[in-house]
């Protein structure tokens, strides 16, 4: 994106091919560094879509391969949900050998099959009453 002087403010829009790269991506990249300068890496919150940078969830369709069979990314968790009524949650769609929750409402879960792992992709997962993008 440019600031209203014509350069660049630093910021931008990605989009990706599922909501659980985005996930990924949102959970991986916040907090890395490049250089001195801190990421910050969220869901695009804006009005619009179309891949204007103006938000929605614009997603390209893609060939949903998944490079990490037993994991699970999620974003859009609430900010005071228990990390164990969070991690009960996904224990519904089998067990599960970790689980992490940021603050930022990211994190993932790593179950003992990957088998595991589709059907709570094919589920869906909600936690008070949030459904999760996943």
Do not use: N
Request: one cysteine or more; aromatic letters at 8%; hydrophobic letters at 35%.
């Amino acid at each position: 994106h440019k600031g209203a002087d014509g350069w660049a403010d630093g910021t931008g829009v990605v989009r990706y091919a599922s909501e659980q790269d985005a996930a990924r991506a949102v959970w991986q990249l916040s907090g890395a560094h490049i250089g001195r300068a801190m990421l910050h890496a969220s869901f695009d919150q804006g009005e619009g879509g179309a891949g204007d940078g103006g938000g929605g969830r614009d997603w390209v369709s893609g060939d949903q391969y998944r490079a990490l069979p037993d994991r699970v990314f999620f974003a859009g968790m609430p900010p005071d949900a228990p990390l164990r009524l969070a991690r009960e949650c996904f224990e519904a769609h089998g067990p599960v050998k970790k689980f992490q929750q940021r603050r930022d409402g990211t994190g993932s879960c790593i179950y003992e099959t990957a088998s595991d792992a589709d059907r709570a992709m094919a589920s869906g997962v909600t936690v008070e009453g949030v459904h999760l993008y996943l």
